[in-house]
Nanobody
Framework: EVQLQASGGGLVQAGGSLRLSCAAS????????IGWFRQAPGKEREGVSC????????YYADSVKGRFTISSDNAKNTVYLQMYSLKPEDTAAYYC??????????????????WGQGTLVTVSS
């Protein structure tokens, strides 16, 4: 059974940093992708970043490009989302998700097959 466990959220001041972790287990796929999404109250879920296992390529939403970095530690089966220069508009519940096949559009939720629970990020101004 595939399981994803997201952690690392918290309260931070604007300009601060946080690192989210997504621990994955039960994976038997050779080619997959791990993505991070976020959803603020009253807003649609937004694809933030994605890393593909086959070539390590990454995707970032324009809203976080240059401020967030996604990385993976295969030995620990964990994907990280390092967030710098956080803004109040980054406040949201952050979710990690896994796609069995390389997503053609990594920013879209329907491309992903498994989801973890959210971890809340709150950025104060």
């Amino acid at each position: 059974e595939v399981q994803l466990q997201a952690s690392g959220g918290g309260l931070v001041q604007a300009g601060g940093s946080l690192r989210l972790s997504c621990a994955a287990s039960g994976f038997i796929f050779d080619d997959y992708a791990i993505g991070w999404f976020r959803q603020a109250p009253g807003k649609e879920r937004e694809g933030v970043s994605c890393v593909r296992s086959n070539d390590g390529s990454t995707y970032y939403a324009d809203s976080v490009k240059g401020r967030f970095t996604i990385s993976s530690d295969n030995a620990k089966n964990t994907v990280y989302l390092q967030m710098y220069s956080l803004k109040p508009e980054d406040t949201a519940a952050y979710y990690c998700a896994a796609a069995v096949d390389t997503p053609r559009r990594p920013n879209l939720a329907y491309e992903y097959d498994y989801w973890g629970q959210g971890t809340l990020v709150t950025v104060s101004s």
